[in-house]
């Protein structure tokens, strides 16, 4: 029988100052431990030591040069962590916080978000400390091809698919894939979120937003609720928090919050047209990290170095980063009324939050279920890299659609309290544990 806390503490003494990654492993862990000691296999063959354990890692110097001839020298890192049910696939992520817990906090999530989407794909995650505000394109470009050339050595379209994450785009998978073309002669999807002329996906940079809307759709659906007319506030101003803002509008809601490191945008308006969608791709491509120019340009109010946690809403989609949402935004979302805090962001909510939310019975949609449209998509994208040939964009919006209603049906599944109450982290949780722990025992993993 495992004991929590007992397999924590030795999980903490092997894996010291990963604070992330002990955080995320808590989060999966207390939720599956009452299920994995109901199966006598699982407890025999010591499945949490295996599951919590990267198969391996790799760690390399990058080295370039700044516009000024300057050398810089960043790490870089992939982590393969499980690929038991199909090839590792994670994105990348370059941000000046990311340290090797970050990405074994992202590549064990990482694992049971893969799972949920009902498609083959293993679980991995990689990126660098390297910090891309301020950046020239000349830059960012040798940054991706020094990065490239070792980061090549260890993927490969059948052992091991990055994507983006935050910090890395279509241009940084332009510049890392076209590295990889040059360094290995081969025409291989071997990144997702390439672009549409070199083998991209059509709806892969909509898909985290549009899934979690999707995803969000459903969880209403169940309470006999819907969109129409609701507000919600979005964290982040990316290519997530975008699809968000579509597709909430699509949908019927109102978005009148977005926010950014800088601050947060009220927009009694509603984020809720072309313009505005377009102007919030054109602000996250200057590579500033600021929103505030959003206010000036179509009058809407800017609250400086404030969450948008703070604005009366009915629900709530964190998309920016891991522990946006702490206990005091969760308390505020209380109070103000809010009934569906939708993470999209990978951890969005601190564990605090997570518990103040579920206590008060707001609804609560883990990011591993909520925001796994993305690399759905990119699952997608693997496919018909694979068939050699291009869905058209219904085909495609139209299985996320039903990947996502699959993650939610799960979720439900396994969360379903006796008093009604849905816990989506612990049904989303035991749902992606069982498949993959299955495999695992079924290949001697
Ligand atoms: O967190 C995520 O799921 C991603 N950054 C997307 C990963 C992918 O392989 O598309």
Same mark, same amino acid.
């Given at each position: 029988m495992y004991e929590l806390n007992k397999f924590m503490a030795e999980l903490e003494r092997k894996n010291p100052a990963q604070p992330e990654f002990i955080q995320a492993a808590k989060e999966v862990l207390e939720t599956v431990i009452d299920f994995v000691n109901e199966n006598p296999r699982y407890v025999k063959e010591k499945i949490l030591e295996r599951i919590t354990e990267p198969d391996r890692i $790799?760690?390399?110097?990058?080295? /370039?040069?700044?516009?000024?001839?300057?050398?810089?020298?960043?790490?870089?890192?992939?982590?393969? =962590?499980?690929?038991? +049910?199909?090839?590792?696939?994670?994105?990348?992520? $370059?941000?000046?916080?990311?340290t090797l817990g970050t990405l074994k906090f992202l590549g064990f999530e990482q694992i049971f978000k893969n799972s949920l989407?009902?498609?083959?794909?293993?679980?991995?995650?990689?990126? @660098?400390? $390297?910090?891309?505000?301020?950046?020239?394109?000349?830059?960012?470009?040798? =940054?991706?091809?020094? $990065?490239?050339?070792?980061?090549?050595?260890?993927i490969g379209p059948?052992?091991?698919?990055?994507?983006?994450?935050?910090?890395?785009?279509?241009?940084?998978?332009?510049?890392?894939?076209?590295?990889?073309?040059? &360094?290995? @002669?081969?025409?291989?999807?071997? &990144?997702?979120?390439?672009g549409m002329n070199w083998g991209g996906s059509l709806i892969r940079p909509e898909a985290t937003g549009y899934g979690s809307v999707y995803y969000a759709d459903e969880m209403l659906k169940v309470q006999k609720d819907s969109m129409k007319g609701k507000r919600v506030a979005v964290s982040g =101003?990316?290519?997530?928090? /975008?699809?968000?803002?579509?597709?909430?509008?699509?949908?019927?809601?109102?978005?009148?919050? +977005?926010?950014?490191?800088?601050?947060?945008?009220?927009?009694?308006?509603?984020?809720?047209?072309?313009?505005? /969608?377009?102007y919030l791709l054109e602000l996250r491509a200057t590579n500033n990290d600021v929103v505030e120019p959003y206010a000036k340009e179509f009058g809407a109010k800017f609250f400086a170095g404030k969450k948008p946690w703070e604005v009366k809403v009915d629900m709530a989609f964190p998309c920016a980063f891991q522990n946006e949402l702490n206990a005091d935004d969760a308390k505020a979302l209380i109070a103000n009324g809010c009934k569906y805090v939708v993470e999209t962001s990978n951890m969005g909510c601190t564990a605090d939050a997570v518990i103040a939310l579920q206590k008060a019975k707001v609804l609560f949609a883990p990011g591993k279920a909520a925001n796994a449209g993305g690399v759905a998509t990119s699952g997608l994208e693997m496919s018909q890299n694979g068939m050699k040939l291009s869905w058209p964009q219904e085909e495609v919006d139209n299985r996320l659609k039903h990947i996502m209603v699959a993650i939610h049906e799960a979720g439900l599944k396994y969360g379903k309290r006796a008093d009604g109450y849905i816990d989506y982290v612990k049904g989303s949780n035991i749902a992606g544990f069982k498949k993959v722990a299955d495999a695992m025992l079924d290949l001697g993993y």
């Open positions: $790799f760690s390399f110097k990058v080295q /370039w040069e700044d516009d000024k001839g300057e050398l810089h020298v960043n790490k870089g890192h992939r982590v393969q =962590f499980n690929n038991a +049910i199909g090839p590792y696939k994670g994105g990348l992520r $370059f941000h000046p916080s990311v989407t009902t498609l083959p794909m293993g679980g991995g995650k990689g990126g @660098s400390d $390297f910090n891309p505000k301020g950046k020239s394109d000349a830059e960012i470009k040798r =940054f991706c091809r020094a $990065f490239m050339s070792e980061l090549q050595k260890y059948e052992t091991d698919v990055p994507a983006g994450d935050i910090g890395v785009g279509g241009r940084e998978i332009g510049y890392m894939y076209g590295e990889y073309k040059k &360094l290995r @002669s081969e025409n291989t999807g071997v &990144l997702t979120g390439k =101003f990316g290519n997530v928090a /975008w699809g968000v803002c579509i597709k909430a509008s699509e949908l019927g809601a109102k978005v009148v919050a +977005i926010s950014g490191p800088d601050g947060y945008i009220l927009d009694e308006a509603g984020v809720n047209t072309q313009k505005k /969608w377009d």
